[in-house]
């Protein structure tokens, strides 16, 4: 509506005015309403740091399992080109060995569960009664 209570040229649709319910169910045609954007196609992975060491920090990790995150921080320091890796990666560090610990467990967990599955144990057989025989 105009301000003057009169209808404007944009309320109205073929000469008729529009009432409050047929505005409402036309909804608001803003730019800002558009549809969310969804992206396609997978984020690609970036490199991380860690990921050309990782192989030397598992075989540091076999010999010592109870190793610091700080401690591989500072092997890693020792072998690498000075300035790769400072004291503020130390999180960055916690976070790897986390995952390869955790994949370490699951492994000895599931070498476990086939061990006991490989074991030639008896089997019980089930004696059932006249009366559980379905007919």
Request: include cysteine.
């Amino acid at each position: 509506m105009a301000l003057d209570g009169g209808t404007s040229e944009g309320d109205q649709v073929l000469g008729t005015p529009l009432s409050i319910a047929e505005i409402e169910a036309k909804g608001e045609q803003r730019a800002i309403h558009r549809r969310a954007y969804n992206r396609r196609k997978p984020v690609p992975k970036r490199p991380r740091m860690l990921d050309q060491y990782e192989a030397q920090i598992r075989q540091w990790l076999a010999a010592q399992p109870g190793m610091t995150a700080v401690d591989v921080l500072h092997r890693l320091q020792d072998i690498a080109p000075a300035g790769t890796f400072a004291s503020k990666h130390v999180r960055t560090v916690q976070r790897a060995l986390e995952i390869w610990r955790a994949e370490a467990v699951r492994q000895w967990i599931d070498q476990c569960r086939w061990g006991v599955d490989s074991l030639d144990l008896p089997v019980q057989e089930t004696v059932q009664e006249p009366g559980n025989i379905p007919s």
